[in-house]
């Protein structure tokens, strides 16, 4: 038997599967860990003493669970991103790696870059406008504000292509990262805008490009030692999380499109050609010269979660009981779920969350089915931009959400969409696994290992409602854009 190992490097644990080649999970680990805030706006991981640790134990653990008679075949790794990790010619991380879109650090050099290259010529050559989830200013933002450390790097890396060094001492970047480097990216060429790229790396040279399936190379002896893997072991590129969990629930088709519900909500649409919308993200795909659009919120499980402790800490059980007992529209309560700014459609930073409607008769379930129904509304506004890139989708919900009776149904009677729910649960670390598999031709590359059990259908008795309420919420974000700003200035914090 030959097993395959995938590993995922999450926002809020690593976890790691062996899984045969029929999609069989064998053995899985996870480890927990957090993340830092250092500041307001910035969000960083130490990338030895959570990364690298963590994939060092998390591979001594399953090899050690590989059965008698099987063999491990080959490994690949995702994670977080875009991030942006500098190194030294050692490999020795210089400073924390900083996260994607959640650490918003770089908005003067989003702001200086796009003003320099110009915001159309931006959306023309690399297929996205800068905004906090782009790499390229947040290069900007070390090499103008940490000067010495830009100095001292040698190379740059998100997430899986720092493990992918560490693993095989080799300097790649997969396509679909890269396409989230903006503007160093071409999405449209699947290549690098080299002069733009020479322009803010200057002296960092560009990794090479690859497909998130690619062997890139295997095991040295050195990494089998600290991790307890086989030497020689090969080493698929791997990818973003989010594009590997696609890829694990079968979204793959064009018009397939997944809903990742967590502590933020991610939302990846496969596309049959070249489409460019400036309120999303237009990358390149998980399978060779595919492309996709992606869309994600700055917060979601994250809302719930403050809500939860705010209103005293009563069990999300508890919680969820009240809000199923309101009725759709919360009796005239809306929310703008902006409270840590906000990323696609609106690409706003300075965004604050925003309550109208609330009366002496609202209470606690109230809040809380507001806070799904505001997520929901988001949503939608997402959704109707997708549609403009392809019609007649396939939507796949995945993640920890699911487990609310109460946010996917809101979502699908807000959207009118019904959601399938695949059988496996497992994530990205699922995915990686199948990537791994088909790099190292175990399987064929349109093997696709997920199965459908249930569908998630609009209530038609509730969509009447939300298509009445959906203009009133879609107005109070521009009409109070100007106020939040100017409260952001009273607290940047």
Same mark, same amino acid.
């Given at each position: 038997?030959? #097993?395959?190992?995938?590993?995922?490097?999450?926002?809020?644990?690593?976890?790691?599967?062996?899984?045969?080649?029929?999609?069989?999970?064998?053995?899985?680990?996870?480890?927990?860990?957090?993340?830092?805030?250092?500041?307001?706006?910035?969000?960083?991981?130490?990338?030895?003493?959570?990364?690298?640790?963590?994939?060092?134990?998390?591979?001594?653990? #399953?090899?050690?669970?590989?059965?008698?008679?099987?063999?491990?075949?080959?490994?690949?790794?995702?994670?977080?991103?875009?991030?942006?990790?500098?190194?030294?010619?050692?490999?020795?991380?210089?400073?924390?790696?900083? &996260?994607?879109?959640?650490?918003? @650090? =770089?908005?003067?050099?989003?702001?200086?870059?796009?003003? $320099?290259?110009?915001?159309?010529?931006?959306?023309?050559?690399?297929?996205?406008?800068?905004?906090?989830?782009?790499?390229?200013?947040?290069?900007?933002?070390?090499?103008?504000?940490?000067?010495?450390?830009?100095?001292?790097?040698?190379?740059?890396?998100?997430?899986?292509?720092?493990?992918?060094?560490?693993?095989?001492?080799?300097?790649?970047?997969?396509?679909?990262?890269?396409?989230?480097?903006?503007?160093?990216?071409?999405?449209?060429?699947?290549?690098?805008?080299?002069?733009? *790229?020479?322009?803010?790396?200057?002296?960092?040279?560009?990794?090479?490009?690859?497909?998130?399936? %690619?062997?890139?190379?295997?095991?040295? =002896?050195? *990494?089998?030692?600290?991790?307890?893997?086989?030497?020689? +072991?090969?080493?698929?590129?791997?990818?973003?999380?989010?594009? =590997?969990?696609?890829?694990?629930?079968?979204?793959? @088709?064009?018009?397939?499109?997944?809903?990742?519900?967590?502590?933020?909500?991610? &939302?990846?649409?496969?596309?049959?050609? !070249?489409?460019?919308?400036?309120?999303?993200?237009?990358?390149?795909?998980? $399978?060779?010269?595919? &492309?996709?659009?992606?869309?994600?919120?700055?917060? *979601?499980?994250?809302?719930?979660?403050?809500?939860?402790?705010?209103?005293?800490?009563?069990?999300? %059980?508890?919680?969820?009981?009240?809000?199923?007992?309101?009725?759709?529209?919360?009796?005239?309560? +809306?929310?703008?779920? !902006?409270?840590?700014?906000?990323?696609?459609?609106?690409?706003?930073?300075?965004?604050?969350?925003?309550?109208?409607?609330?009366?002496?008769?609202?209470?606690?379930?109230?809040?809380?089915?507001?806070?799904?129904?505001?997520?929901?509304?988001?949503?939608?506004?997402? +959704? $109707? @931009?997708?549609?403009?890139?392809?019609?007649? /989708?396939?939507?796949?919900?995945?993640?920890?959400?699911?487990?609310?009776?109460?946010?996917?149904?809101?979502?699908?009677?807000?959207?009118?969409?019904?959601?399938? /729910?695949? %059988?496996?649960?497992?994530? *990205?670390? !699922?995915?990686?696994?199948?990537?791994?598999?088909?790099?190292?031709? #175990?399987?064929?590359?349109?093997?696709?290992?997920?199965?459908?059990?249930?569908?998630?259908?609009?209530?038609?008795?509730?969509?009447?409602?939300?298509?009445?309420? !959906?203009?009133?919420?879609?107005?109070?974000?521009?009409?109070?854009?100007?106020?939040?700003?100017?409260?952001?200035?009273?607290?940047?914090?």
């Amino acid at each position: 038997m030959e #097993l395959l190992l995938g590993i995922d490097m999450g926002t809020g644990s690593t976890k790691g599967v062996l899984v045969d080649t029929t999609g069989t999970v064998i053995a899985s680990q996870t480890i927990p860990h957090g993340i830092d805030l250092p500041r307001p706006g910035w969000a960083e991981v130490d990338p030895d003493a959570v990364w690298w640790r963590e994939i060092c134990a998390i591979s001594a653990a #399953l090899v050690a669970q590989v059965p008698a008679g099987a063999r491990l075949a080959g490994m690949c790794v995702s994670g977080v991103g875009p991030c942006l990790l500098l190194c030294d010619a050692d490999l020795r991380p210089l400073r924390p790696a900083i &996260l994607y879109g959640i650490d918003t @650090r =770089a908005h003067a050099e989003i702001d200086s870059l796009t003003a $320099e290259l110009g915001e159309q010529t931006i959306l023309d050559r690399a297929g996205t406008l800068l905004s906090s989830q782009a790499v390229g200013p947040k290069i900007e933002w070390v090499r103008t504000r940490e000067p010495r450390v830009f100095e001292a790097a040698a190379r740059w890396y998100g997430s899986n292509s720092y493990i992918a060094a560490k693993l095989t001492g080799e300097y790649v970047m997969d396509h679909h990262t890269a396409s989230q480097c903006a503007p160093l990216y071409s999405t449209r060429d699947f290549d690098w805008n080299h002069d733009w *790229a020479l322009r803010i790396c200057g002296h960092l040279p560009l990794p090479r490009l690859v497909w998130p399936s %690619e062997i890139v190379g295997r095991v040295t =002896a050195d *990494a089998a030692r600290e991790t307890g893997l086989p030497f020689g +072991l090969p080493v698929a590129a791997g990818t973003v999380d989010a594009y =590997a969990e696609a890829f694990s629930v079968g979204v793959r @088709r064009p018009g397939d499109q997944m809903l990742m519900y967590g502590s933020t909500m991610f &939302l990846v649409q496969v596309i049959d050609e !070249y489409h460019s919308d400036p309120t999303l993200w237009t990358t390149a795909g998980v $399978e060779p010269r595919s &492309l996709a659009l992606a869309a994600g919120t700055s917060t *979601a499980g994250s809302l719930i979660g403050w809500l939860q402790k705010l209103t005293g800490g009563a069990s999300l %059980e508890e919680l969820t009981a009240e809000a199923l007992r309101v009725p759709a529209g919360s009796e005239g309560l +809306l929310m703008l779920p !902006y409270l840590a700014g906000e990323r696609t459609p609106v690409f706003d930073p300075k965004a604050r969350g925003l309550l109208a409607g609330l009366t002496l008769r609202h209470g606690r379930g109230h809040l809380f089915r507001a806070a799904y129904e505001g997520i929901a509304f988001g949503i939608r506004q997402i +959704l $109707e @931009r997708f549609d403009d890139a392809h019609s007649g /989708v396939r939507t796949v919900a995945v993640g920890g959400g699911l487990k609310s009776p109460v946010w996917a149904q809101v979502v699908s009677d807000v959207t009118g969409r019904s959601q399938l /729910v695949p %059988e496996q649960a497992i994530g *990205a670390s !699922y995915g990686d696994a199948l990537l791994a598999a088909i790099g190292v031709g #175990l399987v064929p590359a349109d093997t696709d290992w997920a199965e459908i059990t249930r569908e998630i259908k609009p209530d038609p008795r509730n969509q009447a409602v939300y298509e009445q309420l !959906y203009g009133t919420w879609a107005e109070l974000y521009p009409v109070t854009r100007e106020q939040m700003h100017r409260l952001v200035e009273v607290d940047p914090g």
